[in-house]
């Protein structure tokens, strides 16, 4: 497996995620509760969203196909979205709307809204099957989830640490690396779409 895949993969993955981002939102929805309790409903959101993640890795490609979309043609519109993501990242616009996510008090915010969207949203599932399209095969498929589990691993080693986290780096230190990550995904996003008007034949 080709090692610059494998890199590229795990950034994306880890930006569209945004495991940093997700911190404070974790946090906000376990507010008063234990750490055992905290430590339950991390890894039930993580379990559910990976389940999420494969599913679209998979199938999600012979779902386009079965719709008529060309795989090209999801890697230009994914690319487009990560974009919007970006932006959304770089202006705050991301971290507000998830913030509105979590204002309903919830007693069990496990599968909603944590597993879906805010680790498993439409940003996290176009690029999964972005990224299983790029490596067909079984191999391609393993490789894919692989870093899709390791991105999540991370995450619950920041959810497990959540409190101490959010204190070291403040608002400030969490805005700052949201923008950050919002540059890299732009990057990203418009190398995907790069990528799919080549397939077209139409860049070089």
Not at 39 to 68: D, K
Not at 100 to 112: A, G, H, I, L, M
């Amino acid at each position: 497996m080709d090692t610059t895949f494998l890199i590229t993969a795990f950034v994306t993955l880890f930006v569209i995620i945004d495991p940093i981002g997700l911190v404070p939102l974790f946090v906000a929805l376990t507010q008063g509760m234990s750490t055992r309790a905290r430590r339950a409903i991390g890894a039930r959101a993580l379990i559910v969203a990976a389940l999420l993640l494969t599913l679209f890795a998979a199938a999600g490609e012979a779902v386009l196909g079965f719709v008529g979309i060309s795989m090209p043609a999801f890697r230009i519109a994914g690319g487009i979205l990560l974009f919007l993501t970006a932006l959304d990242m770089l202006f705050e616009r991301r971290t507000k709307r998830r913030q509105d996510q979590t204002e309903e008090d919830r007693p069990d915010p496990s599968v909603f809204p944590l597993a879906i969207p805010l680790i498993a949203g439409p940003g996290a599932i176009a690029t999964m099957i972005l990224l299983a399209g790029q490596q067909p095969g079984w191999t391609g498929l393993a490789s894919v989830v692989g870093v899709m589990l390791a991105v999540l691993v991370i995450v619950m080693a920041l959810f497990l640490t959540a409190s101490l986290f959010e204190r070291a780096l403040g608002r400030v230190g969490i805005n700052v690396v949201t923008r950050l990550l919002g540059m890299l995904l732009a990057a990203l996003s418009v190398q995907f779409v790069l990528d799919g008007l080549r397939d077209f034949g139409m860049a070089g």
